[in-house]
């Protein structure tokens, strides 16, 4: 279309890297100088990071391209959101080395007879990985070890990671440490500057052709620099629709009003989003089109649908202010009606009012922790399956900071990418929540939601919940109601204060429901719903990985869980058990004796694996039928878990998953905040003691456990609260 037009001999804006369009600004320069100093190193880790679209993709097509030139094997992996083995098998193949049906030891050894290879013929091997922020744990693990293979003291391979800019956080944790030392050179690149923009468009022109149609204007140039902030992949697309405009319009000139317009479409169909009035401030007429007349139509309507704009803005601010002071005033009556009902002694009182009235549009969800993950997909899946779909966005917290964990989670439950990712991370109990609510509150404002949904227990849940509700906003908490009666627990202070903000509460069993009754919850806000946990199991139990596989794909001979004994599943995470050295010697050594008669599986989450270190607890774990494994991924976890002997745990949601699969489950705390598995179920309270664990392994072994799934555990909990939230959004809950 537009080429013929300008008469161009390729298309200078694709977005798919071509090295021949390679643009070498001042931070490219430098980011290529890094690249080949780290190359000069020969071993190692090199770190290259920089927003989306900055042109990390294009440095490594471009380097690549050089390189094929010299006496280097270079190979370049773009799929980085694998697991271990996977990843593996990525290297293998991007060497153009066999890899289908090999294990995991015979991919090793194939990869490192391959590049000692180039060595003896005096070459040696770089790979280059990109999207490094996607890299699950233990695949990056891998990697590190590929690293340290060598030929007589010469290393063998030398690994470049190319990520954005989480991918920098994500190497300040402890875990990362082994590999922090590896690296021996980074660079995080930047968007270029205003005289860099102009330089780069120009650029691409030339090399597509362009003698000088169309023209673009100094003030074009400066509209674009600003709205797409020097990021290369946003001027590219913005560029692309500027010609194709231009072609439609028959202009040959681009200038500051065409910008401001094509701004405007883009904006429109949601592909890019606007920088703060840059086109307005320069473009104060309308375009110009072929005839003056229609210029001028163009820019009136234009300048109409501004003022049409900036007085819906007034109005839906007014709206929120308005309802801002409802709801001060209602939490004020709540609080003078709390306070006489102290005094008076009159126990529960009438029913609060205080529910806020739906303003802005759509759900959105929020999760921060594993648990979550389960919870927020189903819930998710219904309300975008809705007769009328429901507008949903997703923001992940980060809390979760194991992004293997998180990666193989999100992937095996189908859930979307988060469309936010607020990257907390680790930290104490207060720093985190206070993090969270300092991150959540831009995102609040700026997502404009008539309600958030939150889940669970975690930081997470009371952070985003408070926010919201401060912020006159409509709170509602899945899997309200359970409660330990433990203040000591984190979690269970998490639950009560959750609970008191939220708008709707959803419940998973009777006895959640009596709970928020006693703590004085109007009978309107509680619904029974049953499990969203259960929904997730049922509806990919069959998609489960075998036990045996997941058992080789880590490197372990899947005989040793294959006797006629069956094996036990082991999870810890709790600080209860874990923080305190002495708590988690007595539980890893009693694991060890129970390991002599039932072989264990133990899927170690980071915190506990980091506990176990530092206590000096490894040698413990040596034992040969205590089978330690990395975090696992969801269909993993629970193929492991269906065909478990029994399970131990301190896991909360593990303790639902086993009473409807119906496998005898052990819980390793003193409470639990979930009953109904204990009264219904097959799950037994035992807490750290070794001789009441010791006691109850024996009886579930001798007997088994029997139990029955609760009620309204069907598969269909998330259709219930799906069915709730849009009658509250049309207005008709109580």
Same mark, same amino acid.
């Given at each position: 279309?537009y ?24 931070g ?6 890094? +690249?080949r ?11 290259l ?8 993709t ?10 094929a ?13 694998l697991?271990?083995y ?17 294990s995991?030891?015979?991919?090793i ?10 060595v003896?013929?005096?070459?040696r091997?770089l790979?280059v990985?990109?999207e ?8 990056? =693990?891998?990697?590190?070890l ?14 470049f ?14 875990h990362m440490?082994?590999?922090?030392q590896?690296?021996?050179a980074?660079y ?20 597509a ?16 620099h600003?709205?797409?902030?020097g ?18 319009e ?5 200038s ?12 429109e ?31 009136l =309507? ?15 601010? &007014? ?11 209602e ?14 002694g ?7 009012t205080?529910r ?5 549009r759509?759900v ?10 389960m ?22 917290t ?15 439950l189908?859930l979307? =990418? ?8 680790s ?19 700026r ?15 009371l ?32 639950r009560?204060?959750?609970d008191?903000?939220?708008?709707? +509460? ?11 009754r ?22 990919h ?12 794909r ?14 036990i ?5 709790r ?8 708590v988690?010697?007595?539980l890893i ?28 607890l ?12 990395p ?8 193929? &492991?878990?269906a065909?478990?002997r029994?399970v131990?745990?301190d ?17 390793l705390?003193e ?5 109904i598995t ?12 070794p ?10 072994l001798?007997?088994?456990?029997q ?20 009658s509250?959004?049309?207005?008709r809950?109580?």
């Amino acid at each position: 279309m537009y080429q013929s037009f300008y008469r161009l001999e390729s298309l200078p804006f694709e977005l798919t890297p071509d090295p021949a369009f390679f643009f070498m600004s001042r931070g490219h320069r430098r980011a290529m100088a890094y +690249l080949r100093y780290g190359l000069s190193k020969e071993e190692g880790f090199l770190v290259l990071t920089g927003e989306i679209g900055t042109g990390k993709t294009m440095l490594a097509a471009a380097l690549l391209r050089d390189l094929a030139r010299e006496a280097v094997i270079g190979a370049r992996v773009a799929t980085s959101q694998l697991e271990a083995y996977d990843m593996l098998e990525m290297v293998a193949a991007s060497f153009g080395l066999e890899h289908e049906g090999k294990s995991k030891t015979a991919l090793i050894k194939r990869i490192e007879a391959f590049l000692a290879d180039g060595v003896a013929r005096g070459r040696r091997a770089l790979l280059v990985v990109d999207e490094a922020q996607n890299i699950a744990r233990d695949a990056l =693990e891998e990697l590190r070890l590929l690293s340290n293979l060598e030929l007589d003291g010469r290393p063998l391979l030398q690994i470049f990671l190319f990520g954005q800019d989480e991918f920098r956080r994500l190497l300040r944790a402890p875990h990362m440490e082994q590999l922090r030392q590896r690296v021996v050179a980074a660079y995080h690149l930047g968007p270029l500057r205003s005289d860099e923009t102009r330089e780069y468009i120009e650029h691409r022109l030339r090399r597509a052709g362009w003698k000088g149609d169309p023209v673009f204007t100094d003030e074009a140039f400066h509209v674009i620099h600003r709205f797409s902030g020097g990021i290369p992949r946003r001027i590219n697309t913005l560029c692309d629709r500027l010609l194709l405009y231009g072609y439609l319009e028959e202009l040959h000139e681009i200038s500051a009003d065409v910008v401001g317009v094509v701004i405007e479409e883009l904006r429109e169909e949601a592909f890019l989003e606007a920088a703060p009035s840059a086109a307005m401030e320069a473009a104060p007429a309308g375009p110009p089109g072929r005839s003056p007349r229609r210029g001028e139509a163009a820019g009136l =309507e234009g300048r109409v649908e501004g003022m049409e704009g900036r007085m819906a803005g007034i109005e839906e601010r &007014l709206d929120g202010i308005e309802a801002g002071v409802g709801a001060i005033r209602e939490r004020m009556e709540a609080l003078l009606g709390a306070a006489g009902r102290a005094e008076a002694g009159t126990g529960r009182g009438r029913p609060a009012t205080r529910r806020h009235p739906p303003r802005g549009r759509g759900v959105l969800c929020v999760v921060g922790a594993r648990p979550n993950f389960m919870k927020i997909a189903p819930v998710m899946r219904a309300l975008r399956e809705a007769p009328e779909p429901v507008r949903v966005r997703l923001v992940h917290t980060g809390q979760h900071y194991d992004e293997a964990m998180k990666d193989a989670f999100f992937r095996q439950l189908g859930l979307p =990418e988060p469309d936010v990712d607020l990257g907390v991370g680790s930290a104490s109990h207060a720093v985190q929540t206070a993090q969270i609510m300092e991150r959540f509150e831009p995102v609040l404002e700026r997502e404009d939601p008539a309600c958030v949904v939150v889940v669970g227990d975690v930081n997470s849940t009371l952070a985003c919940a408070l926010v919201a509700a401060k912020a006159g906003r409509a709170v509602a908490h899945v899997e309200a109601g359970l409660r330990s009666f433990d203040r000591t627990m984190p979690e269970e202070v998490n639950r009560v204060l959750t609970d008191q903000v939220a708008d709707l +509460l959803f419940c998973t069993e009777p006895r959640a429901v009596e709970n928020l009754r006693g703590e004085g919850i109007e009978e309107g806000r509680i619904h029974l719903v049953g499990n969203v946990m259960i929904d997730t199991l049922l509806r990919h139990r069959e998609l489960a990985v075998p036990p045996a596989r997941t058992l080789a794909r880590h490197g372990v001979d899947p005989a040793v869980i294959e006797g006629a004994e069956g094996y036990i599943l082991l999870t810890l995470h709790r600080p209860a058990n874990v923080d305190d050295p002495a708590v988690l010697r007595r539980l890893i050594k009693t694991v060890r004796g129970i390991s002599d008669a039932v072989p264990v599986v133990f899927p170690v989450h980071p915190r506990t694996a980091a506990r176990i270190e530092a206590a000096g607890l490894g040698d413990l774990m040596g034992a040969r039928r205590i089978v330690r494994l990395p975090p696992l991924g969801y269909l993993e976890t629970l193929g &492991l878990m269906a065909e478990a002997r029994l399970v131990m745990t301190d896991s909360g949601g593990m303790q639902e998953e086993t009473t409807a699969l119906g496998v005898p489950c052990i819980t390793l705390r003193e409470n639990t905040e979930r009953p109904i598995t204990v009264e219904q179920g097959t799950n037994r309270i035992v807490g750290s003691d070794p001789n009441r664990i010791l006691a109850a392994v024996d009886h579930v072994l001798a007997n088994g456990a029997q139990g029955r799934v609760p009620q309204l555990w069907d598969g269909r909990a998330a259709e219930r609260i799906r069915d709730v939230l849009v009658s509250w959004l049309n207005g008709r809950a109580g």
